[in-house]
């Protein structure tokens, strides 16, 4: 099993530029969430997902939209991006609601800069 | 609003020197409490959740304990595989998410 599967590692940004931030499992996990985490800092939820075609709000979602047409993919989708979204971004899946993370499975992350 | 402070930011140990993390919080209604390890280039590790002042929890050379204003996370007799960043989060009554700390980077000697 891959696991939870990241694209790109690394990406360069300019302002107002957009870009996806792919994420797919194959774990047939129904609950996927979208994580940032800024330097020296723990982790904030953007978004999540509890199945196919259900997303809500976390607590950073503003510059972000995301969508879940399948179980296995949530990509997350940066318009206008701006220097603040500047981040490393985690996507996770779980087979259930944990808030605590305790059975996430995380993807390698993506590091991305905007300048 | 829920807050969490982790001290050090950073300690670098001996292999074999035992030493303490703290986590510090002040949160509505504590729902549970967790620490994390984090691996550089990584998503974080689940390592323990804590519910209630005077809870404790074992994992091999790791030990968490919790009053009801802070959480330690013990490490015994190290080993350079622990070095890692360890996240302490927080899941208070209202809130949907955790929130986490900063940190401490730990760094194990051979």
């Known amino acids: 099993n891959a696991g939870v599967t990241q694209t790109p590692k690394f990406r360069i940004l300019k302002i107002g530029q957009s870009m996806t931030l792919q994420c797919t499992q194959d774990m047939n996990h129904n609950y996927m969430y979208w994580y940032r985490q800024d330097p020296g800092m723990g982790l904030k939820l953007i978004y999540y997902s509890v199945g196919a075609g259900i997303t809500d709000k976390g607590e950073v979602p503003n510059g972000y939209n995301v969508s879940r047409s399948t179980t296995e993919d949530f990509p997350l989708r940066l318009e206008l991006a701006a220097p603040s979204q500047t981040s490393v971004y985690f996507c996770?899946?779980?087979?259930?609601?944990?808030?605590?993370?305790?059975?996430?499975?995380f993807g390698q992350g993506t590091r991305l800069t905007v300048v | 609003e829920d807050q969490v402070t982790q001290s050090p930011e950073a300690l670098r140990l001996q292999e074999g020197e035992s030493s303490s993390l703290n986590c510090s919080y002040t949160v509505s209604g504590l729902r549970g409490l967790f620490w994390y390890r984090q691996d550089p280039g990584k998503g974080p590790e689940f390592l323990f959740t804590l519910y209630s002042a005077g809870e404790e929890k074992e994992k091999e050379r790791l030990k968490a304990t919790l009053t009801k204003k802070e959480s330690f996370l013990h490490i015994t007799a190290p080993k350079p595989e622990d070095s890692a960043t360890y996240l302490c989060?927080?899941?208070?009554?209202?809130?949907?998410?955790?929130?986490f700390g900063s940190g401490t980077q730990l760094t194990v000697l051979p």
């Open positions: 996770a899946s779980s087979p259930r609601d944990r808030k605590d993370l305790a059975e996430a499975f």
């Open positions: 989060a927080v899941l208070s009554g209202s809130a949907r998410q955790l929130t």
